[in-house]
């Protein structure tokens, strides 16, 4: 069975930083690719962040590129969403999201989401 599980949102003043953490649980987790979401109150959950099973490869959305940072543990099965110089548009719900083999494959396992808000 797979389960994720998302940690590290919280408030923080535009400018600053902020890491999430997924914690995969399950066997497939390091073939799979993995995501970051979010979500804006009335807007639809957007993609934010891509990494390959390995590691080598990643994708970011145009919003996040230089600021946004994803990378993986596959020892210790967690995904990681470094977060620097946000803005009060990066306030979102953030889900971390678990995919195929390939960076295109559909996401099938999601977390429970965490909330970010920045906010001066």
């Known amino acids: 069975q797979v389960r994720l599980v998302e940690s590290g949102g919280g408030a923080v003043q535009p400018g600053g930083s902020l890491t999430l953490s997924c914690a995969v649980s399950g066997r497939t987790f390091r073939w799979s690719a993995m995501g970051w979401f979010r979500q804006a109150p009335g807007k639809e959950r957007e993609f934010v962040a891509a990494?390959?099973?390995?590691?080598?490869?990643?994708r970011y959305a145009g919003s996040v590129k230089g600021r946004f940072t994803i990378s993986r543990d596959n020892a210790k099965n967690t995904v990681t969403l470094q977060m620097n110089r946000l803005k009060p548009e990066d306030t979102a719900v953030y889900y971390c999201a678990k995919g195929g083999n390939s960076l295109t494959d559909p996401y099938d396992y999601w977390g429970q989401g965490t909330q970010v808000t920045v906010s001066s």
């Open positions: 990494i390959s099973w390995g590691g080598g490869s990643t």
